[in-house]
Nanobody, 121 residues
Framework: QVHLVESGGGLVQPGGSLKLSCAASGSDVGIYSMGWYRQKPGQSRELVAALALDGTGNADSTNGRFTMSRDQAKNTVYLQMDSLTSDDTGVYYC????????????????WGRGTPVTVSS
């Protein structure tokens, strides 16, 4: 089992920045990759960014506007979000894959409870 805890969400004005954190614990199998997803109001969950912890792969749906990084010593990944707009509002979820894939669903995938981000003036 993998336990993921997100933090750092909140209310920010348009054009502002936020940095989300996700701390992982509890894995006896080993985490291959971690990612960030978001669920906008009334929409399904979508991938924001993901990366393999060994640096061999990554995914980014933001065209570089958001930056995902990791601190292996702390088993923590981060999502630096800049130039936020109201369209970025949603609940942001951290995920982890224990299968060898940058992005995974179903078996081998684990999820945090999410942290809400609201971009509003």
């Amino acid at each position: 089992q993998v336990h993921l805890v997100e933090s750092g969400g909140g209310l920010v004005q348009p054009g502002g920045s936020l940095k989300l954190s996700c701390a992982a614990s509890g894995s006896d199998v080993g985490i291959y990759s971690m990612g960030w997803y978001r669920q906008k109001p009334g929409q399904s969950r979508e991938l924001v960014a993901a990366l393999a912890l060994d640096g061999t792969g990554n995914a980014d749906s933001t065209n570089g506007r958001f930056t995902m990084s990791r601190d292996q010593a702390k088993n923590t990944v981060y999502l630096q979000m800049d130039s936020l707009t109201s369209d970025d509002t949603g609940v942001y979820y951290c995920s982890a894959c224990t299968v060898r894939a940058v992005v995974c669903v179903g078996s081998g995938s684990f999820w945090g409870r999410g942290t809400p981000v609201t971009v509003s003036s």
